[in-house]
């Protein structure tokens, strides 16, 4: 027996349904949509990710500190204060961040970040916006009414350098969501700063001071989420949030998209 066209376009409509064949944005393994291993439930389901990735790639809902996203030792504690929050808030008013920096994530990040793919930008930007979601949604978290999404800036020439802020590509992801526009202008850096991966939390903190100005014509009286793709202590975060209560915001929340 021969099967028409007409039929052969149906058992394939039929076996596939409407699944889309694409690859995985963090390994690139041919994936097919849909085809998750538990479906509609990963934290990146419909994201087009693998099995594998879905499965690694995790938005981390338990176990970290409220006050400053870091870790507990395991990702099932619950959520409670750490002891450096406790003695002295942090100067943002909330904050949170997808995951930790290691794996896939990583790779995601450095790549876009230094090899200039774009490729896993609309996934690191659902990612942003899920954190955002899941750190609004719980107590002490994110207001929900940012009226201003901006980034962490770079310096002038690193800016020129790489041709992009990979961190005010993730808030323009965040802002579309929330139908603000991203405010590129909120805050700038004025002057470069180093490599911070060598130095202390308190030598970050002293080559940091000052690094930052924000536009109180952009802030003033308004509550301003900022974003960063990668945050390590907190410390650049930190004294962004510095600048802009500075310049007058009223409420300043800090999203990341990754822990280190
Ligand atoms: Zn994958
Ligand atoms: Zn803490």
């Given amino acids: 027996m021969t099967v028409g066209l007409k039929d052969g376009r149906t058992l394939w409509a039929k076996l596939f349904g409407r699944m889309v064949a694409g690859r995985c944005p963090v390994c690139g393994r041919v994936t097919v949509r849909g ?7 990963a934290d990146l389901a419909g994201a ?5 990735c879905e499965e690694v790639l995790v938005l981390r809902k338990r176990g970290f500190c409220p006050g400053c996203a870091a ?8 959520v409670t204060l750490c002891g450096e929050c406790r003695l002295l808030p942090r100067a943002w008013s ?5 995951g930790g920096y290691e794996g896939g994530l990583r790779e995601l990040v450095l790549k876009f970040k230094f090899g ?12 942003v916006w899920r954190a955002y979601v899941f750190h609004r949604e719980r107590p002490d978290g994110f207001s929900g009414r940012a009226e201003v999404v901006t980034a962490v800036p770079l310096y002038r020439q690193r800016l020129r350098a790489r041709g992009y802020n990979q961190s005010l590509e993730l808030a323009k992801g965040v802002a579309s969501r929330l139908g603000v526009k991203a405010a590129p202008d909120a805050l700038r850096k004025v002057r470069p700063t180093g490599p911070q991966s060598r130095l202390s939390a308190r030598e970050r903190r002293t080559n940091l001071k000052g690094a930052f100005v924000a536009d109180e014509r952009v802030v003033a009286g308004k509550n301003v989420l900022v974003v960063d793709d990668v945050m390590t202590t907190g410390s650049t975060l930190e004294e962004a949030a510095k600048a802009l209560f500075t310049a007058g915001a009223v409420r300043v929340e800090a999203l990341a998209l990754a822990r280190d």
């Fill in 71 to 78: 870790f507990a030792e395991a990702a099932d504690m619950p």
């Fill in 94 to 98: 909330a904050v949170g961040c997808f």
């Fill in 35 to 41: 085809r998750g291993r538990t479906p509609g439930t």
């Fill in 48 to 52: 087009g990710l693998c099995p594998e």
């Fill in 116 to 127: 200039g793919q774009m490729a896993g930008l609309a996934l690191m930007r659902e990612m």
